[in-house]
């Protein structure tokens, strides 16, 4: 994720007084979460569920 | 109420001390003031404590004396004292969070956990160190001292329930509460060379926790020994019809079980976690193979388990985790984000970069991953895997902390919900614990405690304490 991208996006989520007080902790918070996407897996069955999955009725 | 000492107060386990008190053996007072007097002298060492409640532990110690002379016994761990991580609120108590952001956050209720340890008769010390909200530590920017391991302590007692393996491990306090989100129970139980439980998800209330990551949370009992383990887990589990993720199941009997032999159980051991996804310290190997064959040698069957990697089981527990942590300290990460110490910055605003999609794939996979634990399971009765593949590093060099935090195989277990328990499994060469971990069927943490109790009996690591003075 280059410099710019990680502007925008820390923009984007309201981060700008982070982003103006410690740009080097949102570089590395960008870098952390761009690493880690990568790692996972997608599921290939289209119809796979996340989890928890919606169960009607067991509300509070 | 006796004329000599037990043995050294401090040394008392859970088990020990309520059935002392209960036959008049022991005066809880007796036994509060042997531990006040030991935190007088250790805690400056340790910073176990953020906030020590000595004064109102000895009013409730004189209550649940004269309540014990009356032979009116509150429940099952009478006069016992009790530790609480500062996510989990105490009335009358500040909830911290080890965090500037929530100095003078005063709990107006105690915790489920809480309630249920105090209606047992156990007795509030205090609130316990822990990373900055559960995930930003070891740090030194806050407005209180990172807890420091009793073995040695110029290292890093684990976390994010710092305060509470240190405290338990030194002889601070016999049990506490801990958190366990990606492993923060089960982390400083490793360093610290005690038993730390993560139950299954939903077994324990969290109503009353400053919550870290909604679907990961556990709340876990730490102490010295698996049946003072139990004991604790038999009081704090059960349903709670006000926390959302709380199951319906009926309340375990944990601690009757514990003594039964582990012939013909079935142990699958994920040798890979440790010797391929992310190898080992040579000692952390020597010692899960030497767990395996105790096991062996006292009737269990030990056979070889694969699960998906060590990798991507982290990298769907990160993704979940600061994805929800983010929903909960956004509008402080926009508006204080200076009142935050660096590491909990850092890995709370990691949140703001995942997409609603990058969210749903990992919850995705995950249920995939429980059905790949789950069918493990089917075939064995107990998991056995590594938790640290390190002892515990120097607290004050970031870069080795940086670089043995992830060397973990704790995770896992916090995605797929399955009740996990580290323990000791030996010492160092240089004097540290070392830590295996055994893993359970859903809601069958019985199990999990006589398999980690054969351990704990054959090897005798109950009977290992730090050398801190």
Known sequence: MDKAMIELLARRAGLTKALAEFPEDVTAAATQAANVVEKIKQPIDPAAEPWPPMRAGTGL | MRDGPLTELHWLGVAEAAKAIAEKDLSPVELMKALLDRIATLDPKLNAFIRLDGEAAMQAAKAAEAEATAGRLRGKLHGVPVGIKDIINVAGLPTTGHSKILQGNLASADAVCVEKLRGAGAIVMGKLSTHEFAIGGPSFDLPWPPARNPWNTGHHPGGSSSGSGSGVSAGLFPMALGSDTGGSVRNPASCCGIVGLKPTYGLVSRRGV????????????????????????????????????????????????????????????????????????????????????????????????????????????????????????????????????????????????????????????????????????????????????????????????????????????????????????????????????????????????????????????????????
């Not at chain 2, 249920?367 to 009765?381: G, K, P, T, Y």
């Open chain 2, 210 to 469: 400053f919550p870290l990551s909604f679907t990961l949370d556990h709340i876990g009992p730490m102490t010295r020994t698996v049946a003072d383990n139990a004991m604790m887990l038999e009081v704090i589990a059960g349903h709670d019809p006000h926390d959302p993720g709380s199951a319906a199941v009926p309340n375990g009997h944990y601690a009757a079980g514990v003594e039964r032999s582990v012939r013909d159980l079935r142990v699958g051991f994920i040798r890979h976690f440790h010797e391929i996804d992310v190898p080992a310290e040579p000692e952390v190997t020597a010692a899960l193979e030497h767990v395996a064959r105790t096991l062996q040698l006292e009737g269990a069957e030990v056979r070889d388990v694969h699960l998906p990697t060590l990798g991507e089981f982290g990298a769907v527990n990160r993704v979940i985790l600061q994805s929800e942590a983010w929903a909960i300290h956004g509008p402080w990460l926009r508006e204080r984000p200076g009142d935050y110490g660096q590491l909990a910055r850092r890995r709370l605003m990691a949140g703001a970069f995942f997409s609603a999609g990058d969210y749903v794939q990992a919850q995705r996979r995950r249920l995939e991953m429980i059905a790949e634990v789950e069918a493990a399971l089917r075939d064995v009765d107990v998991l056995l895997c590594a938790s640290s593949m390190d002892p515990a590093c120097r607290i004050d060099r970031p870069a080795d902390l940086e670089r043995t935090y992830p060397r973990q195989a704790r995770t896992p277990f916090n995605v797929t919900g399955h009740p996990a328990l580290a323990m000791m499994a030996g010492l160092s060469q240089d004097g540290l614990p070392l830590s295996v971990q055994f893993v359970g069927r859903y809601f069958d943490e019985a199990t999990l405690f006589q398999v980690a109790r054969a351990w704990e009996q054959a090897s005798g690591v109950d009977r290992k304490h730090p050398p801190i003075v």
